[in-house]
């Protein structure tokens, strides 16, 4: 099946219209749509930093229509890039070299796949469409708190969120991946690589090696695995059946309050991270903007099936509260249906209109009271009171259950993902607010050479909060190459993938598999 003429978008190489191209043989000529259309497509990216200017944007439907997509794209040595869900924080996408967007928003089917015993989930498909999809088996994948975020991006890179500490990661539910690659001849094709089939290697590569990098996915299959899918009510996790939140707040008034409220929440991670723990039905990210004082806050989400899970949430928020004053504020504590939690505490789809720089790191032990208080001197600076913050997310449990090979997100051994998420609205802000961001993340890093290096106490950052300074020996003096904190001792293995399954090097990004170490 050739692209049909509701599937390509494109624009006139001059004067800012759109114009007709030509279709394949045998098929219409592509019809003249409105800028407006073509204009919302280009710059559906979430990063205002960055804008692409592609020549065309394909918008398929089906894996075929993927297929044709990509080999016209190939044919025309136009460069590709794939949008799921648009909200790559760095220029995977919308960059300068982009020439034609394969924008996957169309393919976002959710449904039972008999053939393969698994849910097929298609790459376009958003978190909360998934989430929706799945209970009417009454199942879950333990995926992200923000419900517009597209499958395509989320899975590759691993997919974290409320229920991975009970149940693992997304991509540890991955059973198989359906994905348009390129030969050495330039021929596009539909490959289907599954976990015990054929194309194991292509399969693992998508658990945790990043998008953008080996193809083009068009679909995922999705199957947990201690089931034979035999039945799709048993084949992926019962979420909770109820599930307890509330609000921490805390106004930080001074530096010995923040460092003593962060230490608290830093530490009883800490303790708790093993499989299997008391506290593994426990999601508590917390956020720190920059209000020029330092506001904290702390969403608390507690799977209330247990009998004693109003008594765990009470010890926690008595420990992270231990000792801070003027003590955090707690709202009213609710309790509502797995689904309620989802549609009305997890956060909804939107638009961002900002633009973004983000550092991440992944922590093994707990950052010292010094570290807490480079945080502290950065997030009250009154020069950049506004939207960026601090975050943490709390990590381990089920997810550390899985050894660092089995899939190829190695970070099997955290507790926490700390976040700096710098945001701004003006782009003659942005060498005051880049500098912001990195010295901080530099200044709480110094003693590794400005990096979270992989050792003992921290174990690298994580490929869905790309950033491109882990590239440039000016930001990262450690020495070791980027790739060493996204993917660790599994970077040989996807390199091979890589080559053998884009020879061509079709597919790539400022931080794609096999690009220079530095």
């Known amino acids: 099946?050739?692209?049909?003429?509701?599937?390509?978008?494109?624009?006139?190489?001059?004067?800012?219209?759109?114009?007709?191209?030509?279709?394949?043989?045998?098929?219409?000529?592509?019809?003249?749509?409105?800028?407006?259309?073509?204009?919302?497509?280009?710059?559906?990216?979430?990063?205002?930093?960055?804008?692409?200017?592609?020549?065309?944007?394909?918008?398929?439907?089906?894996?075929?229509?993927?297929?044709?997509?990509?080999?016209?794209?190939?044919?025309?040595?136009?460069?590709?890039?794939?949008?799921?869900?648009?909200?790559?924080?760095?220029?995977?996408?919308?960059?300068?070299?982009?020439?034609?967007?394969?924008?996957?928003?169309?393919?976002?089917?959710?449904?039972?796949?008999?053939?393969?015993?698994?849910?097929?989930?298609?790459?376009?498909?958003?978190?909360?469409?998934?989430?929706?999809?799945?209970?009417?088996?009454?199942?879950?994948?333990?995926?992200?708190?923000?419900?517009?975020?597209?499958?395509?991006?989320?899975?590759?890179?691993?997919?974290?969120?409320?229920?991975?500490?009970?149940?693992?990661?997304?991509?540890?539910?991955?059973?198989?991946?359906?994905?348009?690659?390129?030969?050495?001849?330039?021929?596009?094709k539909v490959v289907a690589a599954t976990k015990n089939g054929p194309g194991r290697d292509l399969w693992w590569a998508h658990t945790g090696g990043g998008g953008g990098n080996f193809g083009v996915v068009t679909r995922f299959l999705l199957r947990s695995p201690e089931s034979d899918g035999s039945d799709p009510a048993n084949a992926l996790p019962k979420p909770p059946g109820a599930m307890l939140n509330a609000r921490l707040i805390l106004p930080i008034t001074t530096e010995d309050s923040f460092v003593r409220f962060l230490g608290n929440y830093l530490g009883f991670f800490e303790r708790h991270s093993a499989p299997g723990n008391a506290f593994a039905g426990l999601y508590a990210p917390l956020m720190i903007r920059t209000t020029g004082t330092g506001a904290a806050e702390m969403l608390i989400l507690f799977d209330s099936e247990k009998p004693d899970a109003r008594s765990h949430f009470d010890d926690f928020v008595a420990t992270v509260s231990d000792g801070v004053f003027p003590p955090p504020f707690l709202t009213p504590v609710t309790q509502l249906s797995y689904p309620d939690t989802v549609n009305q505490v997890y956060y909804a789809k939107g638009v961002n209109t900002t633009r973004v720089k983000v550092k991440a790191a992944y922590l093994r032990k707990s950052y010292s009271p010094d570290q807490?208080?480079?945080?502290?001197?950065?997030?009250?600076?009154?020069?950049?009171?506004?939207?960026?913050?601090?975050?943490?997310?709390?990590?381990?449990?089920?997810?550390?259950?899985?050894?660092?090979?089995?899939?190829?997100?190695?970070?099997?051994?955290?507790?926490?993902?700390?976040?700096?998420?710098?945001?701004?609205?003006?782009?003659?802000?942005?060498?005051?607010?880049?500098?912001?961001?990195?010295?901080?993340?530099?200044?709480?890093?110094?003693?590794?050479?400005?990096?979270?290096?992989?050792?003992?106490?921290?174990?690298?950052?994580?490929?869905?909060?790309?950033?491109?300074?882990?590239?440039?020996?000016?930001?990262?003096?450690?020495?070791?190459p980027w790739h060493a904190f996204y993917y660790g001792d599994n970077y040989p293995r996807l390199l091979r993938i890589k080559q053998a399954a884009d020879p061509r090097n079709v597919f790539q990004h400022s931080l794609s598999i096999g690009r220079p170490d530095w």
């Not at 994948?141 to 395509?152: A, H, K, Q, S, T």
């Not at 090979?405 to 700390?418: E, G, I, L, Q, V």
């Open 1 to 188: 099946m050739s692209l049909s003429r509701r599937q390509l978008i494109t624009a006139a190489a001059v004067g800012g219209s759109l114009a007709a191209l030509g279709m394949p043989v045998g098929h219409a000529q592509a019809p003249v749509l409105g800028a407006g259309e073509f204009a919302s497509l280009a710059a559906r990216g979430y990063n205002r930093r960055f804008q692409a200017q592609p020549a065309k944007i394909y918008v398929p439907t089906t894996a075929e229509e993927v297929r044709s997509a990509v080999a016209r794209s190939v044919a025309e040595d136009s460069r590709i890039a794939a949008r799921s869900g648009g909200h790559c924080f760095d220029d995977f996408v919308d960059n300068a070299q982009t020439r034609s967007i394969i924008d996957l928003g169309r393919l976002n089917a959710v449904y039972w796949d008999e053939h393969h015993r698994a849910f097929s989930v298609d790459a376009g498909a958003d978190i909360g469409t998934v989430y929706d999809a799945l209970h009417r088996w009454g199942v879950t994948v333990p995926g992200g708190i923000c419900l517009g975020v597209g499958m395509g991006g989320h899975l590759c890179g691993g997919g974290y969120g409320p229920l991975s500490r009970r149940f693992g990661l997304v991509a540890d539910h991955l059973a198989g991946v359906e994905v348009v690659t390129v030969d050495d001849d330039g021929g596009a």
């Open 372 to 480: 807490l208080r480079i945080f502290y001197r950065y997030v009250t600076d009154l020069r950049f009171l506004g939207e960026s913050q601090l975050e943490f997310l709390p990590f381990g449990g089920a997810i550390n259950a899985v050894a660092a090979d089995a899939t190829a997100m190695p970070a099997r051994n955290s507790f926490m993902k700390m976040l700096i998420h710098a945001s701004w609205r003006f782009p003659f802000d942005d060498d005051r607010y880049l500098r912001w961001s990195r010295e901080m993340y530099r200044d709480v890093h110094a003693d590794t050479g400005g990096v979270p290096v992989p050792n003992e106490t921290y174990g690298g950052s994580y490929i869905n909060y790309p950033d491109p300074d882990l590239a440039d020996a000016a930001w990262n003096t450690s020495g070791l």
